[in-house]
């Protein structure tokens, strides 16, 4: 990536000063039954560290952060704060709600700056747990059981650890060191990482138990992007039905988004050359989908030099599953947004280049209206399911129709198969972040339910 592109990239958001910070801290009133507590998933207590954070005491702040959350300058900056936190402020019922996500992300990025927490290391004595994944669920069970005594062990496939908060969120609103000092920390405290191993394909999760594994934690995602077939025109015929036809996988100027904004971090970490981007520098871009990632793959569209981008949607505004903030970003940098909308058509040329989209926009209660329009590149983002290889290669371990996980409430989040245990995405919850990281904490203490049991049992069989 050339200087303008970086800089395009650079975080969007910027931070408080420590005066700011203090000073947007004071306002906090401290209620007896705080509601913004009540709003946060994993219930962090905000009132306490802003609190410390208002008299200056950033030690004591981030401590009490930490004791709930193993991510806290991620959350800061990516949650959904106005739903949650932010959202059941009670300052907010007047006027500004308390601003906690960037003073949340304030005192994360002084503690990492600065080193300011020492974690006690606590001695692993209670047993040995695999985690499979290192996206914000396996980073939770792993940084949450090594706190409770157990000898911990990350699988990760990627290079780099942090799931979709690496591949995935764009730089310009979660930096990549951020999620890397993240994970720095989560391996001070002991957590062992192996990288660019790929479990279902290098190895299974037998062979996690026969190396001594009390227990196993799946926290994949949804590595499987859903992808829509759009019918295909070229020279007045449709290419895309019967025989030998043409499918959209089959062109190259239609993107999966999350395969699209994986493909850009790639070549802004030099794995990849510029040229292999599937948009061109003045490219007319067609988004499909209204979710956070159909926004960022906007975004980044533009950032990469794409000069138009549309985003479409079949339903109303009010359905969009995108945050707010980012929407408002999004209309802020240029992108457009077309409700109601869908591609009927797509035409491409003898090269199978796109050259235009066939748009139809049905309002209720209106006649839909047709319009051809200039294209070069679709990118859909139109969701993704869970990846079946763990399942494929683990008798016992059993998935829905649609792919997602089987777990129950007791032990909290136990599979199909004793002792795998799943959390996050991969069991279909609300697929947030916050509530990936909720989810973990929960199978965490499920875990440490099985494992002391189990050893009781054995103990006393002995
Ligand atoms: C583009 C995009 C933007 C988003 N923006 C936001 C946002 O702003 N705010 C928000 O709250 N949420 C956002 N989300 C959703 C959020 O990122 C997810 O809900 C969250 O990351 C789920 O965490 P997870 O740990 O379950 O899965 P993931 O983050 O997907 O992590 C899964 C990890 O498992 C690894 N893995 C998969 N299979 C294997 C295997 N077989 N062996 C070893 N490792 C494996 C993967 O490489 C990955 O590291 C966004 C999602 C996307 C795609």
Known sequence: MNQNERKAFQEVNESYTMAEAIAEAQRCLHCKVPQCKKGC???????????????????????IIRTKSNLPAVCGRVCAHEKQCEGNCVLGKKGQPLNIGKLERFVADFDSENALTHENIVEKTRGKV?????????????????RMGFAVEIFEMEAQCGGVLRYGIPEYRLPKEVVAREIRYIEKMGVVIHRKTHVGVEITVDTLFAQGFDAVF??????KPKSLEIPIWQN???ISEGEGATKCADLKRIRLATHFLRRVELISEGFMKRDELPVDKGARVFVIGCGNTAMDASRTALRIGASEVDIIYHKGIDSMSALRAEYDDAVKEGVRFNWWSSIQEIHVDDNLDITEIVLETKETDKEPVRRTLPANNIIMAIGATPATKIVRTTSGLDNDEHNFLITREVPYGMTTRKGVFAGGDVVGRQATVVHAMQDAKL???????YVDAVKLIAAIEE
């Open 41 to 63: 998933p994993i219930s962090n207590d905000i009132p306490d560290w802003v609190h410390e954070l208002s008299k200056g005491n950033m030690g004591n702040a981030i401590s």
């Open 130 to 146: 695999a985690v499979i994944g290192a996206g914000p669920s396996g980073i939770t069970v792993a940084g949450d059981l090594s």
């Open 218 to 223: 799946i926290g994949t995602g949804l590595s």
């Open 236 to 238: 007045g015929r449709c």
């Open 443 to 449: 199978v965490a203490e499920g875990i440490a339910q």
